[in-house]
């Protein structure tokens, strides 16, 4: 079987976008903090099954807590990069793209003492409003992005978007790996984190995976500190949006032993190697 990637987005439960009521940077640190818990929670799943996954630190939190960056790696795991300030691709120049993605790499090389390579934007924000995106990453000194979210989502989404990992920017410097998304009754669904993975059950979860791998694409599972701590507190929101946010948490641990027992996951960088002699060439 195909190996499979599998991420976690180290960040707070605060750490929520496009809600009105979501703290600003300046009052994050006044907040009641559960991201030591609840990751050191993820790294000992982790740990228990023997599996190294890809890390992608939110910038502010590495700063805050860099023993978890440090544990993180000394446990083999891959030290990757969300950016410093959590803001949406698509509502910042790219002056200040730049300079927010390439604080967090520095920050993040700083604590580790290890290169970090790869990037993950906030909400999957890069849409086809932001063109610039991949060439100032690769820029910014990153080799891989995992932020194309190939169908329509809330923060943006690109539909057009292709599947499969593949070269793209400047002379195909940097390697992207889009969010797995497969086909359900004809509409194109991530089942693999968020929401969807929390929602549907885990016999559903499992064949799309099978259906993904059978087409010859790698799995990208990714996971958030907050969604194996079902008592964290809770933003004020929509009904909508609150579904999504918080709906079936009490089940994400569960679900994420048996993908870890199911599936061979591996972390992103384990898998750049195979993709860099790739010549853009592909038929989609
Ligand atoms: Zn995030």
Same mark, same amino acid.
């Given at each position: 079987? $195909?190996?499979?990637?599998?991420?976690?987005?180290v960040?707070? =439960?605060?750490?929520?976008? +496009?809600?009105p009521?979501?703290? #600003? /940077?300046?009052? =994050?640190? +006044?907040?009641?903090?559960?991201?030591?818990? *609840?990751?050191?929670?993820?790294?000992?799943?982790?740990?228990?099954? *023997?599996? $190294?996954?890809?890390?992608?630190?939110?910038? =502010?939190v590495?700063?805050?807590?860099?023993?978890?960056?440090?544990?993180?790696?000394?446990?083999?795991?891959?030290?990757?990069?969300?950016?410093?300030?959590?803001?949406?691709?698509?509502?910042?120049?790219?002056?200040?793209?730049?300079?927010?993605?390439? &604080?967090?790499?520095?920050?993040?090389?700083?604590?580790?003492?290890?290169?970090?390579?790869?990037?993950?934007?906030?909400?999957?924000?890069?849409?086809?409003?932001?063109? =610039?995106?991949? +060439?100032?990453?690769?820029?910014?000194?990153?080799?891989? +992005?995992?932020?194309?979210?190939?169908?329509?989502?809330?923060?943006g989404?690109m539909?057009?978007?292709?599947?499969?990992?593949?070269?793209?920017?400047? *002379?195909g410097?940097?390697?992207?790996?889009?969010? @797995?998304?497969?086909?359900?009754?004809?509409?194109?669904?991530?089942?693999?984190?968020?929401?969807?993975?929390?929602?549907?059950?885990?016999?559903?979860?499992?064949? /799309?995976?099978?259906?993904?791998?059978?087409?010859?694409?790698?799995?990208?599972?990714?996971?958030?500190? &907050?969604?194996?701590?079902?008592?964290?507190?809770?933003?004020?929101?929509?009904?909508?949006?609150?579904?999504?946010?918080?709906? *079936?948490?009490? #089940? @994400?641990?569960?679900?994420?032993? &048996?993908?870890?027992?199911?599936?061979?996951?591996?972390?992103?960088?384990?898998?750049?190697?195979?993709?860099? $002699?790739?010549?853009?060439?592909?038929?989609?």
């Amino acid at each position: 079987m $195909q190996t499979s990637i599998f991420s976690i987005d180290v960040e707070d =439960w605060f750490h929520i976008l +496009d809600v009105p009521s979501a703290p #600003t /940077m300046d009052q =994050w640190a +006044d907040l009641p903090s559960r991201v030591e818990k *609840n990751f050191t929670k993820l790294l000992d799943l982790c740990s228990e099954k *023997n599996v $190294q996954v890809t890390c992608f630190f939110l910038g =502010w939190v590495a700063e805050r807590f860099p023993h978890l960056v440090k544990e993180a790696a000394r446990r083999g795991h891959e030290v990757a990069s969300h950016g410093y300030g959590h803001r949406l691709v698509y509502e910042v120049s790219r002056r200040e793209f730049y300079d927010d993605v390439r &604080r967090a790499r520095l920050l993040l090389e700083d604590i580790s003492g290890i290169e970090v390579v790869g990037y993950r934007a906030p909400g999957f924000s890069t849409t086809d409003e932001t063109p =610039w995106f991949f +060439d100032a990453l690769a820029e910014a000194g990153y080799q891989y +992005d995992s932020s194309v979210f190939p169908a329509a989502r809330g923060h943006g989404g690109m539909p057009q978007g292709r599947r499969e990992p593949h070269r793209i920017g400047e *002379n195909g410097a940097l390697l992207e790996v889009p969010i @797995t998304v497969a086909d359900l009754l004809g509409k194109p669904m991530c089942f693999f984190g968020g929401g969807y993975l929390r929602l549907f059950p885990y016999w559903l979860i499992r064949k /799309m995976a099978a259906q993904v791998l059978g087409e010859g694409r790698p799995v990208v599972f990714y996971v958030h500190p &907050r969604e194996v701590d079902p008592a964290h507190p809770r933003l004020p929101m929509s009904r909508k949006r609150q579904f999504k946010t918080y709906v *079936n948490l009490e #089940t @994400t641990e569960v679900k994420l032993r &048996r993908i870890l027992q199911d599936f061979p996951v591996t972390t992103f960088k384990s898998v750049l190697s195979s993709y860099s $002699q790739l010549v853009d060439t592909h038929v989609a």
